[in-house]
C-alpha cells in the first residue's frame, strides 16, 4: 500500500487553475524530489497533503485513507514539514525550542546532548540558542528549521527548498542526512541539483502537467 496517493487531483488558486489531473504515489521510506519552475504549484502539492488547502478535484490518500479533516490533523502529527518560509518564530531559539518541546505530544524528549551534536553537525556555535530567531541569517534560520525537525524524531518530511541558503558542504551533509536514512520518507522540492542523485525519484512537475488532462 502506498503511504501517500494523489489521485486525479486538481487545484485552483487566485481563480487559476495551478495543479490539473495530478497522479502521484509514494512508498514508505521513498525519497522524491519535486522539482518545476517558480509558482507551477510545488508548494500547493504540500498545502494539499497536509490538509490546509482543498482539491477542486480528485482525492488524496494517505495509509489508504482518504483526505478529510480528522485524517488532515493525523497527517500534520507524523510529518515533520520544513516551510520554505523560515521565519518561523520570534525569541531567542532556546525560547522556540522550549516552547516547542513542552508540547504534550514532545514530552519526555531529551534532547539536549542530542541539540549540542545537531549543532556542531551543522557548523553552529552553541551560543546561537541565545540569539534572537528574526535576527539570524537565511542559512542560519534553515539550519535551526531542520534542527527541529530532526529532534522531534518523526520519520516523514516534507522539505521546502531548505538548502537554498546553503554552501555547497553543507547542502550535501543535509542531502546525505536525509537521502541516506532508509526509514525515512521525504518529500523534497528544491532547485538545487544536489538532490538530484541515486536513490531519489524525481518528478518533474513541468512536465507531468504537460501531459495532464485539463480539469473541468
Not at 13 to 34: F, T
Not at 118 to 144: C, H, P, T, W
Not at 189 to 213: F, M, P, T, Y
Request: one cysteine or more.
Amino acid at each position: 500500500m502506498d503511504l501517500i496517493k494523489v489521485e486525479k487531483v486538481c487545484a485552483d488558486a487566485e481563480g487559476r487553475s495551478i495543479l490539473s489531473d495530478l497522479n502521484i504515489s509514494v512508498s514508505r521510506g521513498e525519497k522524491v524530489l519535486i522539482k518545476g519552475r517558480s509558482g507551477i504549484g510545488k508548494t500547493t502539492i504540500f498545502r494539499l497533503l497536509l490538509g490546509f488547502k482543498t482539491p477542486s478535484f480528485g482525492t488524496i490518500y494517505f495509509e489508504g485513507r482518504p483526505m478529510d479533516p480528522r485524517l488532515a490533523w493525523d497527517i500534520r502529527k507524523k510529518v515533520a514539514h520544513i516551510s520554505q518560509d523560515s521565519d518561523i518564530g520570534e525569541g531567542t531559539v532556546k525560547e522556540m525550542l522550549d516552547g516547542i518541546f513542552s508540547y504534550a505530544a514532545n514530552k519526555g524528549m531529551l534532547i539536549q546532548e542530542e541539540l549540542k551534536l545537531l549543532l556542531s553537525e551543522f557548523s553552529m556555535r552553541a551560543d546561537v540558542l541565545y540569539k534572537k530567531f528574526e535576527n539570524l541569517s537565511g542559512g542560519e534560520k534553515q539550519r535551526i528549521a531542520i534542527i527541529i525537525s530532526l529532534l522531534t524524531k518523526k520519520d516523514i518530511f516534507f522539505l521546502d527548498e531548505i538548502t537554498s541558503d546553503l554552501d555547497a558542504k553543507l547542502k550535501r551533509k543535509i542531502v546525505d542526512m536525509f537521502v541516506g536514512n532508509p526509514s525515512w520518507t521525504v518529500l523534497a522540492i528544491s532547485h538545487d541539483a544536489e538532490w538530484e542523485r541515486e536513490g531519489v525519484r524525481v518528478i518533474d512537475l513541468e512536465k507531468l502537467q504537460e501531459n495532464s488532462n485539463v480539469c473541468n
